[in-house]
Each structure stands twice: as structure tokens, then as C-alpha cells.
């Protein structure tokens, strides 16, 4: 218990000292450093609903987060710039020793500068002790997503016909797969 306090002490410590030296020296600190990841709460709902209307033709409606955030299996989170404001967020469920991400965004404003790399570690690393596998499903018209998952080791392993909704009927889904390997 108080490991893990210490802990949590030292990342706090860690990252007041990184805004301090972002002040104070700029552009001695990476942008995707001084971004925190929290739990998700419904207060959240807005800004995560904002970017999501962004990100998707066919967004997750209100009702689909607040499920997310009553279903016990699912952990969702989001990613805060220094000054609060939300740049992406995260969801993942884990059940039977099976992961699987629901959802991964960021903000336009903020993509291809670290975030959804930084999200992708934080449920890798969450999943690890948790699932012997992680999965999920992109559209093969998302070139950006699949780069990302493959950069990181995901692989694919099958085709789910006619998965998603799209404009002209329906879009397959690729499946990926991550094994797992615990950290000892
Ligand atoms: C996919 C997504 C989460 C990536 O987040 P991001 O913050 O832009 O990604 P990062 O900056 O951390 O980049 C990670 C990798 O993604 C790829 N990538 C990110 N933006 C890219 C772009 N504009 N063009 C090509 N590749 C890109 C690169 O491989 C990059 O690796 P690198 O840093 O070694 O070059 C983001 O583009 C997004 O929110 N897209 C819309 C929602 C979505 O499609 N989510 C996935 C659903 S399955």
C-alpha cells in the first residue's frame, strides 16, 4: 500500500516538475509528456462526445459511453493537456483473460504528435496483467488506425464481413490481434 502511494507521490512530483520546466524553458519538454491520463467520469461526456462527432462518420451515441462507464468490465479513460483540457481518450474491456479495445481517439488539433501512442501503451501496459490478449477491430479505410496497432505489434487475424455501418452500405472490420507476454 504504501509502495504504491510512494508511487503516486513520485508520478505527481514527476509531472509538476516537467510543467515547471515546460514554463520555464518551452520546447524543452515534448507536448505528449505533460499529457495525463485519468479515468473517464460522465462530467467528461461532453468534451469526449465533441471530439468523437469529430473523429467518426458514424459516432457512439451518448448512451453507448454511459454504458461504458456503468459496465464493470469496461475501464475508460481520458487524456488531459496541463491545462485540463480533453485530447483524446480510451476504453477497453477485459473479461475471461481477453482484452479488447473499444475505442481510441484524439482530438484533430492534437493527432500525430504522441497522444494515441501514449493511449495505446497506458492499455497495453493496463491489459497486461489483466488478459493474455488484446483485440479489436478497424476499418480497412483507416489506414492511420492500422499503422498505429501494427507499429505496435497487433497482427491480423481474420475479416468480420460487413461489420460497421458506412455510407454506401456496410464496411468490413480487420481483426488484430496482440499477444500478451506478462512482465515478470
Ligand atoms: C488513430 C489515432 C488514434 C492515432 O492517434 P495520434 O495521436 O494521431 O497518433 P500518434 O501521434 O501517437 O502516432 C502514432 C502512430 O500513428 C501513425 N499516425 C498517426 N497520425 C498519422 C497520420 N496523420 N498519418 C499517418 N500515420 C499516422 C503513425 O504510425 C504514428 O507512428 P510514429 O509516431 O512512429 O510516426 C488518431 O489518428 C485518431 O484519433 N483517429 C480517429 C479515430 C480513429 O480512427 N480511432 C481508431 C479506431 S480503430
Request: overall charge neutral.
Amino acid at each position: 500500500m504504501w509502495k504504491l502511494l510512494r508511487k503516486l507521490k513520485d508520478l505527481v512530483f514527476y509531472n509538476a516538475d516537467r510543467e515547471f520546466y515546460a514554463k520555464v524553458f518551452p520546447g524543452s519538454v515534448k507536448t505528449k509528456d505533460l499529457l495525463r491520463i485519468r479515468q473517464m467520469d460522465t462530467g467528461d461526456l461532453p468534451a469526449v462526445l465533441e471530439i468523437e462527432v469529430q473523429n467518426y462518420e458514424f459516432p457512439w451515441p451518448e448512451e453507448i459511453f454511459k454504458d461504458c462507464l456503468r459496465t464493470m468490465t469496461y475501464t475508460n479513460w481520458v487524456l488531459e493537456a496541463p491545462d485540463d483540457v480533453i485530447v483524446g481518450y480510451c476504453i477497453i474491456s477485459v473479461a475471461a483473460c481477453e482484452a479488447h479495445i473499444m475505442n481510441l481517439s484524439v482530438n484533430p488539433l492534437h493527432q500525430h504528435q504522441g497522444a494515441g501512442r501514449k493511449m495505446l501503451e497506458h492499455m497495453i501496459e493496463y491489459a497486461r496483467s489483466r488478459a493474455e490478449c488484446i483485440f479489436l477491430e478497424v476499418r480497412p479505410s483507416n489506414p492511420r488506425a492500422l499503422k498505429i496497432y501494427k507499429k505496435f505489434g497487433f497482427h491480423e487475424i481474420g475479416v468480420r464481413k460487413a461489420y460497421y455501418p458506412a455510407t454506401n452500405g456496410r464496411e468490413d472490420a480487420i481483426m488484430l490481434e496482440l499477444e500478451l507476454v506478462p512482465m515478470l
